[in-house]
């Protein structure tokens, strides 16, 4: 508007010259007012051409500001953008769409920063899980390995205790077989010039009269023949039979017949079978036990 009142004004100025006459200080003011309009002219165009410029920079800044509030309208959480009044001039209206904009940012950027730390914690609390983790595990390898210590130390005793079972059962053998041994008695009866042929006894001392022999004794020889005995288990016989139940015997060994059940007893003569009643104290004095009959 302005321009166009000071090209009019020009206009009328120079026709006022022309009607009163063309004289010397006319002829300056023409050429003042010319120049003067052609400076107006460019600047009026400078002008324009600088305000198609801003126009073009606000539109472009609209739709960057657009962009980045449709890119941010996306993002849940955020405070809600408002359209500017559309009854303001570009730059107002575009300092106002800023405004709102920097509010959602800034709001992204908060909740950036919380998430930030949340991670921040939670990375903290993960260093103390996989420490905790760390010294679980060192804990593991360590008990493993004193189970395989554990292992390794009862696989021996394992091995020392089947020796000491297969030597216990050995030597229980060899207890049951020295037992069994000991266990073992011999007797034999017979008359007493059977016994004398068959080498059991022997007869000492005593006159050697013609018919009799007078303090003889009978005595078991020095060495045994133990074919001639029969072999028994101590603790199994309990009753060693006579051949003859009526006739009478006598022990020449040095068992007792206080430590056996006879039928008829005269001081070391019987008769009947021979009852052992207390075994131990019985083949106490000897295992071979001899038997003459009467």
């Known amino acids: 508007m302005k321009m166009s009142r000071l090209a009019s004004f020009s206009t009328l100025s120079a026709l006022a010259l022309a009607a009163c006459g063309p004289n010397q200080e006319h002829i300056r003011a023409d050429s003042t007012a010319a120049v003067a309009a052609a400076e107006q002219t460019q600047l009026a165009t400078q002008l324009a051409a600088q305000k198609d410029s801003l126009t073009r920079v606000v539109l472009q800044a609209d739709d960057f500001i657009s962009r980045i509030d449709s890119s941010m309208s996306r993002v849940r959480g955020l405070p809600k953008g408002k359209r500017s009044d559309k009854t303001l001039d570009p730059l107002a209206r575009q300092v106002e769409n800023r405004r709102v904009v920097m509010e959602r940012v800034d709001a992204l950027v908060k909740r950036a920063q919380t998430t930030a730390a949340q991670l921040a914690k939670a990375n903290k609390s993960n260093k103390a899980l996989l420490a905790q983790i760390a010294a679980d595990s060192a804990m593991i390898a360590d008990l493993n390995a004193t189970i395989q210590r554990q292992t390794l130390e009862i696989a021996g005793l394992s091995s020392r205790i089947d020796s000491l079972k297969t030597a216990g059962e050995q030597l229980a053998s060899t207890l049951a077989n020295v037992e069994t041994d000991n266990a073992k008695v011999?007797?034999?009866?017979?008359?007493?010039?059977?016994?004398?042929?068959?080498?059991?006894?022997?007869?000492?001392?005593?006159?050697?009269?013609?018919?009799?022999?007078?303090?003889?004794?009978?005595?078991?020889?020095?060495?045994?023949?133990?074919?001639?005995?029969?072999?028994?288990?101590?603790?199994?016989?309990?009753?060693?039979?006579?051949?003859?139940?009526?006739?009478?015997?006598?022990?020449?060994?040095?068992?007792?017949?206080?430590?056996?059940?006879?039928?008829?007893?005269?001081?070391?003569?019987?008769?009947?079978?021979?009852?052992?009643?207390?075994?131990?104290?019985?083949?106490?004095?000897?295992?071979?036990?001899?038997?003459?009959?009467?």
């Not at 009978?218 to 074919?227: C, F, M, S």
């Open 186 to 294: 011999y007797y034999v009866v017979g008359r007493e010039d059977e016994l004398v042929k068959r080498g059991v006894i022997v007869r000492e001392g005593g006159a050697n009269l013609l018919l009799a022999h007078p303090g003889r004794t009978l005595q078991i020889a020095r060495t045994i023949p133990t074919d001639a005995f029969t072999t028994v288990d101590s603790r199994e016989i309990k009753v060693i039979p006579m051949p003859d139940s009526t006739r009478h015997y006598r022990i020449v060994s040095r068992q007792s017949l206080d430590n056996a059940d006879v039928q008829e007893r005269k001081k070391n003569t019987f008769r009947g079978n021979l009852k052992i009643a207390d075994a131990t104290r019985f083949w106490a004095p000897s295992k071979y036990l001899v038997v003459v009959e009467q």
